[in-house]
């Protein structure tokens, strides 16, 4: 299984930012995904999970209102839509494939039920 995270940059306070995370190796159709970042001297954090069927999604306090979650089964691809970016949303994102028959919504957003992280895409918000 190969993970590919792209899209990320530098973009000013206010700007925005699509990340792709495409996925090679296994039919993502089977499996809840999600987004998360970790920032310089900081713990890995959950951004967003998004159920097989997209019928749920979840975000963390920190960016609800600001970043949509999405998923292209057909495609293999996962997006995550980030708009008025702050600078503590910088960090380097990572997307990651849940472990779990029964979806990782309950134990979100502890990464310990995610498997096959990417290399990550760096995201930066300044001016």
Excluded at 17 to 45: H, M, N, V
Excluded at 98 to 105: D, E, H, P
């Amino acid at each position: 299984v190969q993970v590919v995270e792209s899209g990320g940059g530098l973009v000013q306070p206010g700007g925005s930012l699509g990340l792709t995370c495409t996925i090679s190796g296994l039919a993502i159709d089977d499996y809840g995904l999600g987004w998360f970042r970790q920032a310089p001297g900081k713990e890995r954090e959950g951004v967003s999970y998004i159920t097989r069927s997209s019928g749920s999604k979840l975000y963390a306090d920190s960016v609800k209102g600001r970043f949509t979650i999405s998923r292209d089964n057909a495609k293999n691809t996962l997006y995550l839509q980030m708009n008025d970016l702050k600078p503590e949303d910088t960090a380097m994102y990572y997307c990651a494939i849940c472990t779990l028959a029964t979806g990782c919504a309950i134990q979100w957003p502890l990464e310990s039920s995610f498997d096959n992280w990417g290399q990550g895409t760096q995201v930066t918000v300044s001016s």
